[in-house]
């Protein structure tokens, strides 16, 4: 389904369309926000909210070129942001976004969870638009283009904050390994 017919099937409230919004991005759109709110349980509800949200103003939505997801992922954000806001003391959280195989490997398990941690805190460290780069491009899948049309920057500006955020990141963990007597 198209963007165009997407869209003319979300302004008649068709049912159908709105059910394959949620299979096709609800999953991704949750880890997404829960990357940023740190909690699961107010993620969902923070999806919820986007669904509610999406309908309440699909008739002001324009077709740009950017793609749809891009304007959803755009209205996720906003209310994870303003959620964040209210609650300062919620940290980034990525405990999502590794893979959901655990290994039967005590040893295993363990260096993961503890790569995972250093990643969290390496990615606090970055500034609010690297870390949003990261969330975008990594967490949430967007490509450069909708990431760029999300923050409202242009292709190459998303791409040099995307490589400053990963050199950092490098860098930050690079140190928390010296940091940590490895």
């Known amino acids: 389904m198209d963007d165009a017919e997407l869209v003319a099937r979300l302004r008649r409230f068709d049912a159908q369309a709105v059910s394959w919004i949620v299979e096709r991005y609800g999953t991704a759109l949750h880890r997404y926000v829960t990357a940023i709110v740190a909690d699961p349980h107010l ?19 324009k077709i740009t070129g950017a793609p749809f997801r891009a304007w959803l992922y755009r209205i996720a954000h906003n209310l994870a942001i303003n959620a964040v806001t209210r609650d300062r003391s919620a ?11 655990v290994s039967g490997n ?10 995972h941690g250093a990643l969290r ?18 967490v949430a899948g967007l490509s450069t283009a909708e990431v760029a049309q999300q923050l409202q920057r242009s292709e190459g500006s998303v791409k040099q904050l995307q490589l400053r955020a990963l050199r ?3 860098r930050l963990l ?8 490895r």
Do not use: C, N
């Open 91 to 101: 940290p980034v959280d990525l405990t999502l976004v590794h893979s959901e195989a």
């Open 121 to 138: 805190r390496s990615l606090k460290m970055l500034t609010d638009e690297q870390q949003q780069v990261v969330l975008l491009r990594f």
């Open 174 to 181: 690079g140190a928390a390994e010296v940091g940590d007597g």
């Open 168 to 170: 950092a990141l490098g």
């Open 106 to 115: 005590p040893a295993e398990a363990f260096e993961r969870e503890e790569l």
């Open 43 to 61: 993620a969902e509800d923070i999806v919820a909210e986007t669904y509610v949200r999406m309908l309440e103003r699909i008739g002001d939505y």
